[in-house]
């Protein structure tokens, strides 16, 4: 019998119970031994719960407790978690975590840990909940040279977009619903201004490239700003909005990083990852592309990797999966403002015709897009490609020129 332990019982933590207690027998017998939760971790008590006796506030009882040989940490943010997690790993205990804040911040210091130690610290639920793509990464794509990595890697985010496109319900309609159904974090903001889609894309980008990229180094927007207008110019334009977290290898050794809302045209495999689902596109130079799609929130896609990583440590128990990567290093992060870029620019001023017409002059070769429904003196048009150093320049210019720029969106190649 393998005895594990859980600290939290919130959204993920009840998910991992129901799913441990519902598959029983069908993951004993993958496990090839029966799965015990010998202790829950968590300041509240459930006294309503069938399972109510396994409930600690104390985490002393778990780490003391050497019949538990795995740990899964599903509290989520970085204090106590980190201290927790560190702690079970140098007392000898496997961990599995669905906190991609944990791994996104910690991950080569745990992961280093893990393995001066010969354990396992899996994370499969930290990206795209129920989609396996930590595994895929790291084992089944390992023959490639991983050239690329972009991904609508936010449920909750994705899902606002939809209801606005499809449903024409306004932001605050769709984040209300988002967070009744439960895929919304704690604090909305972290998926909204993209820092939730941020640490995911690092966690994919540090597995692929096997160097830590801290969420700090990425250049980060949100969707906050995105109204039914941008959506009418991108269809326009042929495509859709959609919130991208990507990560691509640069010839020079270096990985340019960023998250944020791109255009996406129809014809990529990513246009049509709607609602809560999330699309990974990975580009290795041997496969070409390959998508991973499914819920990539919510409490039981979460919960199913969770458990499965939880079996992988007791089916593996004397044999550390293959997990790995080096602390961060300096100037290994392309500084955003080196790049280029495609763009789209709202924008109003007295007279549509006339603002398209400066707007022609700041950036010879615009394309202006039309969209339904248009206020008077309203303009959308596309720049072409443009040094990002040189784009607010050129939008000072054009407002200066009394255009007013009510928007920008970059415009993705995927
Ligand atoms: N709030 C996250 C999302 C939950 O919407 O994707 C899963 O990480």
């Known amino acids: 019998m393998a005895e594990i332990a859980v600290l939290g019982h919130g959204v993920v933590g009840s998910g991992v119970l129901e799913v441990l207690l519902s598959h029983k027998d069908s993951i004993t017998s993958r496990a090839k031994e029966e799965i015990t939760v010998k202790h829950i971790l968590d300041i509240r008590d459930f006294p309503e719960l069938p399972y109510r006796e ?3 506030k104390n985490f002393e009882d778990i780490l003391n407790d050497e019949s538990v040989r795995i740990v899964v940490e599903v509290m989520g943010g970085l204090d106590p978690a980190f201290s927790y997690v560190k702690a079970c790993l140098e007392h000898g205990k496997s961990v599995v975590t669905s906190n991609k804040e944990l791994v996104a911040e910690k991950g080569a210091e745990l992961l280093s840990i893990a393995q001066k130690n010969n354990l396992n610290f899996l994370f499969e639920a930290s990206v795209g909940g129920g989609i396996p793509i930590i595994r895929p990464i790291s084992q089944c794509l390992a023959a490639n040279e991983v050239n690329e990595i972009a991904g609508i890697l936010n449920g ?7 209801k606005m496109l499809r449903e024409h ?13 439960g895929y919304a974090e704690r604090d909305p903001a972290a998926d909204v201004e993209g820092d939730d889609a941020c640490r995911k894309i690092c966690i994919l980008a540090s597995l692929a490239f096997g160097t830590h990229v801290y969420p700090k180094s990425v250049h980060t927007r949100g969707i906050s700003k995105i109204t039914l207008a941008d959506m009418g110019y991108a269809q326009a334009w042929g495509g859709v909005i959609k919130l991208i977290g990507e990560v691509r290898a640069l010839d020079n050794g270096r990985i340019r990083i960023e998250v944020g809302p791109m255009f996406v045209s129809q014809e990529s495999q990513l246009a049509n990852v709607d609602d809560v689902f999330n699309g990974i ?8 592309d390959v998508v991973f799609y499914g819920k990539g929130a ?19 128990f004397k044999a550390r999966k293959y997990l790995f990567w ?17 763009e789209f620019v709202r924008a ?10 400066k ?3 700041v950036f010879p070769g615009a394309t202006r897009l039309i969209r339904k429904d248009a206020q008077p003196g309203e303009i959308g048009f596309l720049t072409p490609e443009i040094p990002v150093k040189e784009f607010a320049n050129r939008l000072s210019r054009l407002e200066q020129d009394g255009v007013k720029v009510l928007n920008t969106i970059k415009v993705s190649d995927l």
Request: proline share 2%; charged share 25%; aromatic share 8%.
């Open 54 to 56: 396994k409930f600690t």
């Open 156 to 162: 909750t985010t994705n899902f606002i977009l939809t």
């Open 169 to 181: 319900m306004d932001f605050d309609e769709a984040l209300k619903l988002a967070q009744k159904l």
């Open 281 to 288: 596109l990975v580009r290795g130079d041997i496969t070409g």
């Open 298 to 316: 919510g409490k039981l896609p979460t919960a199913s990797a969770v458990v499965a990583d939880v079996i992988d440590c007791v089916k593996h």
């Open 326 to 342: 080096e602390e961060g290093k300096d100037g290994y992060v392309e500084p955003y403002a080196n790049s280029a870029e495609q």
């Open 348 to 357: 109003q001023a007295a007279d549509s015709e006339e603002a398209f017409g």
């Open 359 to 361: 707007a022609s002059q």
